[in-house]
């Protein structure tokens, strides 16, 4: 049995429309409204393969399981 080592699980993004939040060093996406940011965080998942998750309304993260 081999031991899996390395990163498995990180957050790769965070979209928002609260534009006072900050990030020390996951990428941040800002959205002027509840559409956008559903979009935005749509096709950013897409793109890097990960899944969406409401971490409060109005701020979803992007994580790879």
Known sequence: ???????NEYT???ITTN????SG???VFYAK???????KAMLTSK???GM???ITPGTL????H
């Open 19 to 22: 534009t006072n939040l900050k």
């Open 61 to 64: 993260i992007i994580v790879k």
């Open 52 to 54: 969406v998750h409401e």
């Open 47 to 49: 793109c890097v393969g």
């Open 25 to 27: 060093g996951c990428p």
């Open 33 to 39: 409204d509840n559409k956008e940011l559903q979009n």
């Open 12 to 14: 790769l993004a965070i």
């Open 1 to 7: 049995m081999g031991m899996n080592i390395g990163i």
